[in-house]
């Protein structure tokens, strides 16, 4: 009989995971779903739990279904609540399926029972249990699994004292399965395995306790804040049956020797420094401490005061136990917001072609999404597309918010100003080609920002042609700039051609360090000495770092709102609308063919699009779906159209598995330059086919056109000029000063914003300004390609760049004098 008062959380990964892929579509899916589970307050999701489910489509494994199911499995959701907002929904094929799901459970009717025999004599051990036909069964003795253990009665005969010991029994069904309660066996006259030991774990008689398997976090770790070279201390206690085990985890990776209920580290550093959890599990229930952050050394702290309740600690002559060191105040840093912009220049139109930013973006994208940064990611922008895409990147920051800027092109350096190169530089470029540094982060500098990094991954050689210097306007007074260049000054950055996606020289340091729970400069210097300690880079590139950041500020700080509400909904919503790809969709022709159209977003402004024919009618022989005619605006590459691989495509970050269907073939198409769009993407569907019953005659074609509006980035219309205007440093309402126009509209799951015509409304990216630099802008000229003899030096087998070599050139190529018998490329 069916149990419906269970909750969500007790079906297994193969249900939900099949429940998702049934909600996974437009019409009755996850949207409808989180629709109607608000009949129930505490199941209701906020606007901003929506958007976390609407961008799972981002990744290639995400599903905004399988998110959402976990939201409500969380919040302790009944199988019967489920049940009806299916019903509701209409959702026919998911009701049949979780009903038989449920119906099918498993359930132990007679659980294994402790025995206590004399040795040589035979001894049964049975666990019955109800459920589907089929059941398996498989017995286990503590952690080991038994031999020949696979029916529902275990015999242990002759019973000699190694059989002595706890026995579990585990029923399963495909993917679902149930465990027994634990059995002791005991041999007479044999000595107890735990006895003088302490570790049965049970009650008086040794055995384990009656209550069912289970796992419960009795003590809980508290954050802590010691001074450098003390003792550390954190505490996990746990209770379960069986006896659970512990791994604790700092900043997300597994401690070595952290696999006991109590960390202790003897000499703390500043490397100690991070967030700890503890993982708590035994062999079938997996639980996780809270999160707790240790700081180390007092010059980390807002406020040098010690716990003020401890006063023995500051008595004359009192010396405080190391191990015990007071409490001090938990740093108080926080972002409130974080938003970062990467851009990669690769395919010049007029220079060099350049290898590394396709993968440098890509890392970066991925590190600071852990870090849960708001990312843009472009690649191979113009001059007006850069522009444009700075603006709009501005506009996200605001008081507190941490914003990160980075580029990786062709660059030049004069007089202390800084230049990126847009795509469409021509020839002999000078400085109103570019753009300027210095006043970008003068612009950013108006923000009020919190922490401001600005990372340039490009080269630093004199323009010799550009002898006007440029003036920025005036710099406020501000703490919070770090600017870290990929090379010193008139220096150029290298990269190490090898294969078609690898990382450039700055990034393959920089990939190491970004998740470390250090203040951003201290991250950075590290890198720095990373790469002084690489034959390839040292005296030849070095990273420089500029700061005046005077607070602990870290890459890692915790997220906490702001006092404007408003202004975070429309920093969100601005955010969003570049990341909303289309909704999958499936196309019926009149010959009964189905073909399904999917969508993945490689980078903000690079998405593939893939036709998979899912059904078709025993009529039809042979078919295939293909797209043709595409938005003009686009620039569509035919040869990069319809290809049977996502890499024949273009694509070297997906492949065939992680995106389509992997028992239907597809076909695949990269679009690239997204923000070129000045109108819908339109594309037609052509079916090619042949009928079974004639195959002499010649393919017969089906047409169906397709608009998908304007995806990913499109939506902010980079391509067109904005209007200039000042930045308020003062004025915390730019993001929501301005009102939607009507040929933009909110992603799905935001309806609770107000509508395009109300003038309240917030801001859309495509309605913000821009900033033009200062008339009079100094004139320069690209620097002259030249070519220098040698050969490049053998990268050092045991550095970073021999396991993952960097792909990062600019400006002209050059060959260096070799060290070893191979050779390769090594341009900048």
């Known amino acids: 009989m069916a149990d419906w008062t269970l909750e969500l959380g007790a079906l297994g990964d193969g249900v939900l995971g099949r429940l998702a892929d049934m909600l996974d579509n437009p019409k009755r899916g996850w949207r409808q779903l989180a629709a109607a589970v608000t009949e129930r307050p505490r199941f209701r999701c906020s606007e901003k739990e929506l958007l976390s489910c609407s961008l799972q489509v981002l990744s290639a494994t995400g599903s905004p279904s399988r998110f959402l199911l976990a939201m409500l499995a969380d919040r302790s959701c009944p199988l019967s609540f ?94 679902n399965f149930v465990y027994s309660q634990w059995a002791k066996v005991q041999v007479a006259g044999a000595e107890s395995p735990h006895r003088g030991g302490g570790g049965g774990g049970g009650d008086g008689d040794g055995f384990l306790p009656s209550y069912k398997s289970g796992l419960r976090i009795a003590r809980q770790p508290r954050s802590l804040s010691v001074a450098e070279g003390s003792s550390l201390r954190l505490e996990c206690v746990a209770e379960g049956n069986p ?31 991070g967030q700890y959890s503890c993982r708590v599990y035994n062999l079938y229930h997996e639980m996780w401490s809270e999160q707790v952050h240790v700081e180390i050394g007092p010059g980390s702290f807002l406020g040098a005061s010690l716990d003020e309740g401890d006063e023995s600690s500051s008595a004359p002559g009192h010396e405080p136990d190391s191990g015990s060191f007071p409490t001090r105040q938990l740093s108080q840093f926080y972002a409130t917001d974080k938003v970062a912009l990467l851009m990669g220049n690769m395919n010049y139109q007029q220079h060099r072609q350049l290898q590394a930013p396709m993968a440098d973006v890509h890392q970066l994208t991925n590190l600071l999404r852990q870090l849960d940064f708001k990312v843009v990611s472009l690649l191979d922008l113009t001059r007006q597309e850069m522009h444009s895409a700075v603006t709009e990147f501005l506009l996200l920051l605001d008081r507190g918010v941490y914003g990160l800027l980075y580029f990786a092109g062709h660059g030049y350096e004069n007089y202390g100003n800084s230049f990126m190169v847009p795509i469409d530089a021509p020839a002999s470029y000078t400085s109103e080609h570019c753009l300027w540094v210095q006043d970008v982060l003068r612009r950013m500098q108006g923000r009020q920002t919190g922490l401001n990094v600005f990372l340039l991954d490009m080269c630093r050689k004199r323009n010799l042609n550009d002898d006007i210097i440029p003036q920025p306007g005036p710099l406020k007074v501000t703490a919070n700039i770090v600017f870290g260049y990929a090379t010193c000054v008139d220096a150029e950055a290298y990269e190490v051609n090898k294969d078609d996606l690898s990382n450039g020289i700055f990034v393959s340091f920089l990939k190491q360090r970004l998740l470390e729970d250090e203040k951003v400069t201290v991250m950075l210097d590290k890198v720095a000495e990373d790469m002084g300690r690489c034959d390839i880079t040292r005296g030849r590139q070095a990273l420089e770092l500029r700061s005046n950041l005077s607070e602990r500020r870290a890459l890692t700080d915790r997220i906490e709102n702001g006092d404007c509400p408003e202004v975070t909904s429309a920093r969100n919503l601005q955010w969003s609308i570049a990341h909303v790809l289309p909704e999958s969709r499936f196309l019926r022709f009149e010959c009964g063919v189905t073909v399904q159209l999917g969508f993945a977003a490689e980078f903000s402004n690079i998405m ?202 600019f400006e002209r190529s050059q060959q260096l004098p070799s060290q070893g018998a191979a050779s390769q490329s090594f341009s900048f």
Not at 106 to 121: D, F, L, M
Not at 253 to 269: D, H, M, Q, S, Y
């Open 243 to 273: 006896p659970p085990q512990y791994q604790w985890y700092r900043n997300k990776e597994p401690l070595v020797l952290g696999n006991r209920p109590t960390l202790e580290i003897a000499c703390a550093t500043t490397s100690t420094r």
């Open 608 to 809: 593939i699009i893939y036709t998979t024919v899912l059904e078709k009618p025993d009529t039809v022989a042979t078919c295939s779906a293909q797209l043709a005619d595409f938005s003009e605006d686009l620039g569509t590459e035919l040869k990069l159209t319809n290809r049977e691989s996502p890499q024949d495509a273009g694509s070297l970050l997906f492949t065939a598995e992680s995106l389509a269907q992997p028992t239907f073939p597809s076909l695949y198409t990269r679009l690239s330059g997204l923000q070129k769009l000045k109108n819908d993407l339109t594309f037609a569907v052509c079916l090619h086919y042949k009928y079974s019953h004639m195959e002499e005659e010649e393919e017969i074609r089906e047409l169906q056109t397709v608009t998908v509006g304007k995806p990913l980035v499109a939506k902010l219309d980079l391509h067109r000029a904005r209007l200039p205007r000042s930045f308020s440093a003062s004025s915390s309402c730019d993001l929501h000063c301005f009102r939607l126009p009507e040929s933009c509209s909110f992603p799905e799951g935001l309806e609770g914003d107000p509508p395009a015509s109300d003038t309240s409304s917030v801001g859309s990216a495509s309605t913000c300004w821009s900033y033009y630099s200062q008339p009079g802008e100094a004139p320069g000229a690209n620097v002259p390609e030249e070519t220098l003899s040698g050969e490049f030096l053998e990268a050092d087998a045991t550095g970073p760049l021999s396991a993952e070599p960097g792909a990062l050139g």
């Open 82 to 175: 489920l049940l009806h907002c299916l019903k509701k929904m209409e959702h026919h094929a998911a009701v049949q399926y979780l009903t038989a799901a449920v119906a099918e459970r498993i359930r132990i009717t007679a659980q294994p029972q402790s025995r206590c025999e004399p040795a040589g004599g035979r001894l049964l051990l049975s666990c019955q249990a109800d459920g589907p036909s089929g059941l398996g069964y498989q017995w286990f003795k503590g952690k080991e699994e038994v031999l020949n253990g696979c029916d529902p009665d275990l015999v242990l005969h002759p019973l000699a004292p190694h059989h002595q010991g706890h026995y579990i029994c585990r029923v399963s069904h495909g993917e």
